[in-house]
């Protein structure tokens, strides 16, 4: 089995040493000096209780690789975009596209079914690129659970978690979905195939669109903003928000707000993505994340004034970011 991960940084790299020692023929795309470390001496995950070392190819031009089984897509959300036309050598006519990415994907209209069937999204696929380019098609959906670090290049810290939850848009245990979950399976992650991912991915955006901007805003870790009224009545309201708009496109969430909520803060003193990536002065993935939120609000007539208000001070947040 021929898997590329397109963006082998700290869940891509953690997912593709895996894969490599389980047998698979896995490349790597990434670039800079973490792709260099891991060229001269492989992928090291560093687990609580073992470490590995694969020894993937790894290279930053995918021409080099040629058509494959699978690509991972696990690069932040935002940089998707720019990578679209540079991955059309690794697209064969049955090559499966794993959106391990966060939020909203590009291929969420696709086979959905309704008025909204193949509308695209322009706040995380500008001008319907990925959809023209990549193909709804061989989209196969991915919700990413473990946290991982790269805590320097080559070097991957495992810090919990195994479960990536994947499925087709059409809800189908297609031969595809099922071989990538035991491949996944004999790597020691778990790859369950479900039959509606955009309610696992909604589930997990859920919680997402509200404490990771207000983490930028506040500098807060999970368990200050779920713990502080003020801040835990903000997220809720962002959340019946985004409900209703889910409601509306027919996302059956599982559990009730007060459970997600009370889930965040069980995890502790954890800085969300958004934060980690402002302090560290990378972009925020602002737009998959909640952008999205409110484009999906407007094409289904619900208003999302507290979503509106706090997306409008982290893009502030992140342009002064930039400038700072």
């Known amino acids: 089995m021929k898997i590329t991960v397109y963006g082998a940084g700290a869940i891509g790299g953690y997912m593709g040493a895996l894969l490599s020692q389980a047998g698979a023929e896995v490349s790597f795309v990434a670039r800079g000096a973490h792709l260099d470390a891991m060229r001269r001496k492989g992928v090291r995950v560093i687990r609580e209780n073992d470490e590995i070392v694969a020894h993937p190819f790894c290279t930053d031009d995918p021409a080099e690789l040629g058509p494959q089984d699978y690509v991972i897509l696990a690069l932040k959300a935002h940089s998707v975009p720019g990578v679209v036309d540079a991955m059309q050598p690794l697209l064969g006519n049955e090559t499966g596209i794993v959106t391990a990415v966060n939020g909203i994907p590009y291929w969420y209209f696709h086979r959905h079914g309704g008025a909204l069937e193949g509308t695209t999204l322009e706040s995380v696929d500008p001008g319907g690129a990925q959809w023209r380019k990549l193909g709804p098609e061989r989209a196969i959906g991915c919700v990413v659970y473990p946290a991982t670090e790269v805590v320097e290049p080559g070097v991957i810290q495992h810090v919990y978690g195994d479960k990536f939850p994947i499925g087709e848009p059409t809800g189908e245990h297609t031969e595809r979905v099922e071989r990538f979950s035991a491949m996944m399976g004999y790597a020691g992650l778990r790859a369950p195939v479900l039959d509606n991912i955009r309610d696992e991915i909604w589930l997990k955006l859920w919680g997402n669109l509200c404490f990771n901007p207000i983490s930028a805003l506040t500098h807060a870790t999970l368990d200050v903003i779920c713990d502080d009224p003020g801040t835990r009545a903000v997220a809720k309201a962002m959340m019946l928000e985004a409900k209703a708009i889910g409601d509306a496109v027919g996302v059956n969430f599982r559990v009730d707000v007060e459970r997600r909520i009370n889930g965040a803060g069980a995890v502790g003193a954890h800085k969300t993505s958004m934060l980690q990536d402002l302090e560290r002065g990378r972009p925020m993935e602002i737009d998959p994340l909640v952008s999205v939120v409110q484009e999906m609000g407007?094409?289904?007539?619900?208003?999302?004034?507290?979503?509106?208000?706090?997306?409008?001070?982290?893009?502030?947040?992140?342009?002064t970011a930039v400038r700072h």
């Open 298 to 319: 407007r094409l289904v007539g619900v208003p999302t004034p507290t979503l509106d208000v706090v997306l409008a001070l982290v893009r502030q947040r992140a342009q």
